[in-house]
């Protein structure tokens, strides 16, 4: 077995309803925009609290705080799927002050790209583009070519997205040799496994070495970055090594694939069970891959990984991106607009991918391609992934006396003191400082938190 049925929800026989899904786009953005805080900016989610001291990362940053929810809107928004009721560009352009006026102690600027400034750069340049928040993105997109957690969330592959992301917008060269530096690095340090067999990349995160392979924190996050602007020379044996490393480590059934979370361990991690997520599992891999061009191996593979998470169904743990329906339904989207491949029930309740002869689908096309998510988005649960007044209020307790005063732990000190923590065992939950901060041997425990569930 490649899932686990009960971390997965019975999928449902109502037929996708496209208006139904935009109702609820409505509502949960309604609900969002009334929520906004000038000086709190959004309550966290309480799935989101993970009950640290690091609320800086998730009220500011763009996995799950301020820059997330003005890129949301703003997307919603210039798609037509919404009509804001407010203009949100002053608070973009602050929002970069206003995490650095929170920095320090134990949640230290850093540079990447879904906690740290990139994310909240990129945003900001997005709603409001400024010459010298661009010069300091730059900046930071640099200071991290050499990050050894070597992974999306902190590390070069999520701020050379970044990069590439300015060089799509502005079409400005310097974003090219700001990304090229980072790849040159990371693709130094790709490096066969003699074990395996395959070539992959060793993680120094949260205080420990491994080598994960999902896009969150490893090979397919990196695999991601570097096809962005991938140089001629690199092309083919980019697309090479990538697929001899999922079809060596695959776990394959019945036309299915699935992969673990780490390389050359069980599919089943004791606790966690068998994951089929994007942060880690098929969704992921076929999301991140699927940016690649097509090769009957490469394609073969891709498609069972999306039998596969078409076969889990619905994720039980929520609606999210990283590990939740929305993240799994991201890889129907990717295989149908890179492959043309649709999903749609056999009406036996049966998985089927089809290949279509279209090559660009459009909108409500990319809404039927991911219609077993409809159920899901549309659905009672929905209404978790829009703010409450309880976490509202849970969030102003947390902040001390003042408007925006950032909540700090006992170990509380600067950034290079929580970084100098590391060699006393005490920094495990610290974020890594600036690129070459680690004054202990840069190992790389000085990270936040644990893995994505
Ligand atoms: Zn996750």
Same mark, same amino acid.
């Given at each position: 077995m490649l899932h686990d049925a009960t971390q997965h929800e019975e999928l449902g026989a109502e037929p996708w309803d496209e208006g139904r899904v935009r109702a609820a786009i409505r509502q949960i953005v309604a609900e969002t925009e009334e929520a906004f805080d000038p000086d709190l900016w959004w309550p966290l989610h309480p799935s989101d609290e993970d009950g640290t001291a690091f609320d800086l990362?998730? *009220?500011h940053a763009l996995y799950v705080g301020a820059a997330g929810v003005l890129w949301a809107l703003h997307r919603l928004a210039t798609a037509d799927v919404v009509q804001l009721s407010h203009d949100y560009t002053s608070a973009a352009a602050r929002l970069h002050e206003d995490y650095l006026r929170h920095t320090g102690g134990e949640a230290p600027a850093v540079p990447g790209l879904w906690a740290g400034e990139a994310g909240v750069l990129l945003v900001a340049d997005l709603l409001a583009p400024d010459p010298r928040r661009r010069a300091r993105l730059d900046a930071v997109i640099r200071e991290n070519a050499r990050n050894v957690t070597r992974e999306l969330m902190w590390g070069s592959p999520g701020t050379m997205l970044a990069a590439a992301e300015m060089h799509a917008r502005t079409g400005d060269e310097r974003w090219r040799d700001a990304w090229a530096e980072s790849a040159d690095w990371l693709w130094d340090e790709w490096r066969l496994d003699d074990e395996l067999g395959c070539? !992959? +990349? *060793?993680q120094q995160l949260y205080g420990k070495i491994a080598t994960y392979l999902g &896009?969150?924190?490893?090979?397919?996050g990196n695999v991601l970055a570097l096809a962005r602007l991938v140089t001629a020379e690199r092309r083919d044996l980019l697309a090479e090594r990538a697929t001899d490393t999922i079809r060596r480590l695959a776990f394959r059934e019945d036309g299915l694939a699935n992969w673990g979370p780490v390389a050359g361990s069980a599919l089943e991690v004791p606790g966690q069970g068998i994951r089929v997520q994007w942060c880690h599992g098929a969704p992921g891999i076929v999301t991140s891959l699927a940016? !690649? &061009?097509s090769e009957p191996e490469l394609d073969g593979l891709l498609v069972?990984?999306?039998?596969? *998470? +078409?076969?889990a169904g619905p994720h039980g743990k929520g609606q999210g991106l990283c590990h939740g329906t929305a993240g799994n339904g991201y890889a129907f989207l990717a295989l149908y607009a890179a492959r043309g491949i649709r999903s749609g029930s056999s009406g036996h309740g049966h998985s089927q991918l089809t290949r279509s002869h279209r090559s660009s689908p459009s909108a409500s096309d990319m809404g039927a391609a991911g219609s077993r998510c409809g159920r899901a988005i549309s659905g009672p649960q929905c209404s978790r992934s829009s703010a409450s007044t309880g976490s509202r209020d849970s969030l102003r307790s947390t902040r001390g006396d003042g408007p925006g005063s950032v909540r700090r732990g006992a170990r509380a000190g600067t950034g290079e003191e929580a970084a100098l923590g590391c060699a006393r065992r005490a920094c495990e939950r610290v974020p890594p400082a600036r690129a070459g901060g680690c004054p202990q041997d840069s190992c790389g425990a000085c990270v936040r938190g644990g893995d994505p569930r």
């Amino acid at each position: 077995m490649l899932h686990d049925a009960t971390q997965h929800e019975e999928l449902g026989a109502e037929p996708w309803d496209e208006g139904r899904v935009r109702a609820a786009i409505r509502q949960i953005v309604a609900e969002t925009e009334e929520a906004f805080d000038p000086d709190l900016w959004w309550p966290l989610h309480p799935s989101d609290e993970d009950g640290t001291a690091f609320d800086l990362y998730a *009220t500011h940053a763009l996995y799950v705080g301020a820059a997330g929810v003005l890129w949301a809107l703003h997307r919603l928004a210039t798609a037509d799927v919404v009509q804001l009721s407010h203009d949100y560009t002053s608070a973009a352009a602050r929002l970069h002050e206003d995490y650095l006026r929170h920095t320090g102690g134990e949640a230290p600027a850093v540079p990447g790209l879904w906690a740290g400034e990139a994310g909240v750069l990129l945003v900001a340049d997005l709603l409001a583009p400024d010459p010298r928040r661009r010069a300091r993105l730059d900046a930071v997109i640099r200071e991290n070519a050499r990050n050894v957690t070597r992974e999306l969330m902190w590390g070069s592959p999520g701020t050379m997205l970044a990069a590439a992301e300015m060089h799509a917008r502005t079409g400005d060269e310097r974003w090219r040799d700001a990304w090229a530096e980072s790849a040159d690095w990371l693709w130094d340090e790709w490096r066969l496994d003699d074990e395996l067999g395959c070539f !992959l +990349w *060793t993680q120094q995160l949260y205080g420990k070495i491994a080598t994960y392979l999902g &896009p969150a924190h490893g090979f397919a996050g990196n695999v991601l970055a570097l096809a962005r602007l991938v140089t001629a020379e690199r092309r083919d044996l980019l697309a090479e090594r990538a697929t001899d490393t999922i079809r060596r480590l695959a776990f394959r059934e019945d036309g299915l694939a699935n992969w673990g979370p780490v390389a050359g361990s069980a599919l089943e991690v004791p606790g966690q069970g068998i994951r089929v997520q994007w942060c880690h599992g098929a969704p992921g891999i076929v999301t991140s891959l699927a940016t !690649l &061009p097509s090769e009957p191996e490469l394609d073969g593979l891709l498609v069972a990984g999306g039998e596969l *998470t +078409w076969a889990a169904g619905p994720h039980g743990k929520g609606q999210g991106l990283c590990h939740g329906t929305a993240g799994n339904g991201y890889a129907f989207l990717a295989l149908y607009a890179a492959r043309g491949i649709r999903s749609g029930s056999s009406g036996h309740g049966h998985s089927q991918l089809t290949r279509s002869h279209r090559s660009s689908p459009s909108a409500s096309d990319m809404g039927a391609a991911g219609s077993r998510c409809g159920r899901a988005i549309s659905g009672p649960q929905c209404s978790r992934s829009s703010a409450s007044t309880g976490s509202r209020d849970s969030l102003r307790s947390t902040r001390g006396d003042g408007p925006g005063s950032v909540r700090r732990g006992a170990r509380a000190g600067t950034g290079e003191e929580a970084a100098l923590g590391c060699a006393r065992r005490a920094c495990e939950r610290v974020p890594p400082a600036r690129a070459g901060g680690c004054p202990q041997d840069s190992c790389g425990a000085c990270v936040r938190g644990g893995d994505p569930r």
